[in-house]
């Protein structure tokens, strides 16, 4: 004989994955927030401090911290899906959302010849997209205002000499990844 659910039990079931799902990826959001919160913030001033103080010909070597850092995050995300005991739509839109991102990030470091080198500002425009739609899924406000303060950093950056830049993008990944992302840690989340 089939079991056939309630309407009031199907709506638990159905709320009760969406809060794991949510919880699976509000755990894992606070990771990459602080791990390339660190890192972009780390390599922004060690370039800046590189080519205003010093007469050092590579500054921008501290970017190479972002090829350990991305396979930190790669293997990260797939431990996390292998553990992740519920997948739903809004789980799989959260790391397509930031996959996409990913890409125009990486086309705008490659062509950042063609954008007269504003790439700081760019980057920093997409990262408040992807920051403010990560809020808003999340529902988490910091993150919103975390995007805020990365686009308020990308108008900034588009009015300033490229040296500049760097130190206006490390103010603002500290505002809008570090901040919001020990605020998610710090909930729970």
């Known amino acids: ?15 009760e994955m969406i809060a794991e799902a949510k919880n699976n990826y509000e755990q894992s959001g606070s990771f990459y927030f602080l ?27 501290f970017w ?7 396979i930190a995050a790669a293997w990260y995300g797939s431990k996390q899906d292998k553990e992740a005991q519920t997948k739903t739509h809004l789980s799989r839109l959260y790391g397509e959302v930031w996959a996409a991102l990913g890409v125009c990030l990486l086309l705008s470091l490659i062509f950042m010849s063609k954008i007269n080198y504003n790439h700081s500002a760019v980057i920093l425009m997409l990262a408040g997209v992807g920051t403010y739609l990560s809020g808003r899924m999340l529902k988490f406000k910091p993150l919103i205002f975390g995007a ?15 040296t500049d830049q760097y130190l206006v993008g490390a103010l603002g990944i500290l505002a809008g990844y570090l901040i919001p992302g020990y605020l998610l840690k710090s909930a729970g989340k």
Do not use: Q, R
């Not at 791990?35 to 070597?61: C, Q, R």
């Not at 190479?64 to 991305?70: D, M, N, Q, S």
């Open 148 to 162: 805020i303060a990365l686009w308020v950093a990308a108008v900034v950056c588009f009015n300033l000499p490229m």
């Open 64 to 70: 190479l911290l972002t090829i350990p850092a991305g």
């Open 1 to 15: 004989m089939k079991e056939e659910l309630s309407h009031t039990e199907s709506l638990k079931i159905i709320n």
């Open 35 to 61: 791990l390339w919160g660190w890192v972009v913030m780390i390599a922004n001033l060690g370039h800046f401090i590189l080519d205003k103080y010093t007469s050092f010909e590579y500054p921008f070597i």
